[in-house]
């Protein structure tokens, strides 16, 4: 509840990205999760990121629950046709999980199972109207529930787009706003100017923007990424900085915490960090949020 509540009572609130196991074994994410209790309000778990096969969002939300760690279940339109969608809804609301993701989902082809078919029964839209149906008291056929969930709704949004691009990720903000979600978690970010146009549509509709912090884990990965991710903007400033630094990832750790300060202090409402694996980098990174929190 933790998340829920300091997003609603208008307080910057952190999000901290943990992936579940490519197995059954927890302990890692478990410990890793612990590890920055009452430092993360919640833990956002990614529902089979870049189409790689890993344990279900909702399932390892659940063992994260137990722990008495809040969590955000992510759903995606890309493995499940309606009725699996809504039949994961409604266990998740009552198992007592209250914050919700809905995505799109990347296709098979990104991930690990390349031959493996999408769903794709209904799009992100079509979901998040069905949802808001749901929270009303009847499902996507119109049958009447016994009894309705009630989630904070968040989905993705891209703010390094440009031109045309651009103007139709602005549209589909707003339908999605239209449609009941209140939060949106962005792709990583490492400068701010493109992302204004949609913190000015977020602020007029009363909905927050929550950037993401990835924390870069080698010169190599933050050439990468500026060289071959459009929908990454990395200032030549950050490479060089991995470039003249005599401690690689001691100087990306520090990054991390600078760019979650200035989250802050850009005025948005929260940080999404993503440390893709690197989760026992978390205390290092979050020791700041101490800070932040007042």
């Known amino acids: 509840m933790q998340f829920r509540k300091k997003f609603e009572a208008g307080e910057f609130a952190c999000l901290v990205q943990i992936e579940p196991p490519k197995g059954t074994d927890v302990s890692s994410m478990v410990k890793n999760a612990v590890n920055v209790k009452g430092v993360a309000d919640a833990f956002l778990v990614p529902e089979m990121g870049n189409a790689v096969m890993r344990m279900s969002s909702l399932g390892a939300a659940l063992l994260l629950q137990k722990k008495g760690l809040d969590t955000v279940v992510q759903v995606s339109c890309r493995d499940r046709n309606r009725l699996a969608l809504q039949g994961d809804v409604l266990a998740a609301a009552a198992c007592g999980i209250n914050t919700l993701m809905a995505v799109t989902g990347e296709a098979p082809s990104f991930g690990d199972h390349h031959t493996a078919k999408a769903v794709y029964d209904v799009t992100l839209e079509e979901f998040l109207k069905g949802l808001k149906g749901m929270e009303s008291g009847r499902d996507m056929a119109g049958v009447e529930l016994a009894g309705n969930p009630d989630f904070l709704k968040g989905s993705t949004l891209n703010t390094c787009l440009r031109g045309a691009d651009r103007e139709n990720e602005l549209e589909k903000m707003k339908k999605m706003i239209d449609a009941g979600v209140s939060f949106f978690v962005t792709q990583p970010l490492f400068e701010f100017s493109m992302t204004q146009p949609f913190l000015k549509t977020a602020e007029k509709n009363n909905v927050k923007i929550l950037p993401t ?34 401690d690689k990832v001691r100087e990306c750790t520090k990054m991390a915490r600078e760019l979650i300060e200035s989250v802050k202090a850009e005025g948005y409402g929260g940080v999404n960090v993503s440390t893709l694996g690197w989760e026992h980098k978390l205390p290092e990174i979050l020791g700041v949020m101490e800070g932040l929190n007042g």
Request: proline share 3%; no cysteine; net charge positive.
């Open 213 to 246: 912090v990835l924390l870069l884990k080698s010169l190599g990965m933050a050439r990468y990424m500026a060289r071959n991710v459009n929908q990454v903007n990395m200032p030549s400033t950050v490479v060089d900085r991995v470039i003249n630094a005599s």
